[in-house]
């Protein structure tokens, strides 16, 4: 039961283009969504988020949008660059206010920026 | 650099045999979570602990516990080691209510044979 899907297991982009990552969920309770980057022999880290109240956020190069009704977002980098070559991982999670907030993370989409 | 740190970095353990994984959290945060991530997949949720206790758990059986210390630091321990507990296990430090954006440490390479 995968409830976050990112159904692009690699993406090659040339450098300067755009590179666009996808991702779908299944939960109507998640409002919180994040995507993490992660380069090898490093743990992930956290990359831009966006709560449910949006459809857009915007944090220099990486924007990630938000449409709730397809159950699907995407994280967009302009330009790309070589150094963004990492896999990508979308999260979501559903804030409790009384408990804790799980994070169930995608399988990922391991980027390749060419030179 | 996050500021979380995981000891040791990678650990080999035979079937059967209790394993202990030590996270340090970042300064000032409150909160610690573990995830085991698998080869090709994801992180796992595996618990959450806040002011010493675990507030939160995902699907994995009894055998996999925690503690949290008073200085915020954390274990993972995993008794009865299988083949399939081989995997990546990461500690990820946070203020509470803000688990989503945590920090992460590099991860401990646990490979069971």
């Known amino acids: 039961d995968q409830q976050v899907k990112q159904n692009s297991p690699s993406l090659s982009v040339q450098e300067g283009r755009i590179s666009i990552l996808n991702c779908d969920y299944t939960?109507?309770?998640?409002?919180?969504f994040l995507w993490y980057k992660k380069y090898p022999a490093e743990g992930p880290t956290f990359l831009i988020s966006?709560?449910?109240?949006?459809d857009k956020n915007e944090d220099g190069r990486f924007t990630v949008f938000l449409n709730k009704s397809a159950k699907h977002l995407s994280l967009h980098i302009v330009p790309s660059q070589p150094g963004d070559s990492a896999v990508y991982f979308c999260?979501?999670?559903?804030?409790?206010?009384?408990?804790?907030?799980?994070?169930?993370f995608g399988p990922g989409t391991s980027l390749s920026v060419i030179p | 650099e996050t500021g979380v740190t995981q000891s040791p970095t990678h650990l080999i353990k035979t079937r059967g045999q209790q394993v202990t994984l030590r996270c340090s959290s970042q300064?000032?945060?409150?909160?610690v979570s573990w995830y085991q991530q698998a080869l090709g997949q994801g992180p796992q949720f595996i618990f959450q602990?806040?002011?010493?206790?675990?507030?939160g758990r995902g699907n994995f059986p009894p055998r996999f516990s925690g503690l949290q210390f008073p200085n915020y630091s954390s274990e993972l321990n995993v008794n009865a080691l299988e083949l399939d507990d081989s995997a990546l296990y990461l500690c990820?430090?946070?203020?509470?209510?803000?688990?989503?954006?945590?920090?992460f440490g590099q991860g401990t390479r646990l490979t069971v044979v």
């Open positions: 300064s000032g945060h409150n909160t």
């Open positions: 939960n109507s309770m998640f409002d919180y």
């Open positions: 999260a979501a999670s559903a804030i409790l206010k009384t408990s804790y907030d799980k994070v169930i």
């Open positions: 602990y806040y002011r010493e206790e675990e507030n």
């Open positions: 990820a430090s946070s203020l509470v209510g803000m688990n989503a954006e945590a920090f």
């Open positions: 966006i709560s449910s109240i949006k």
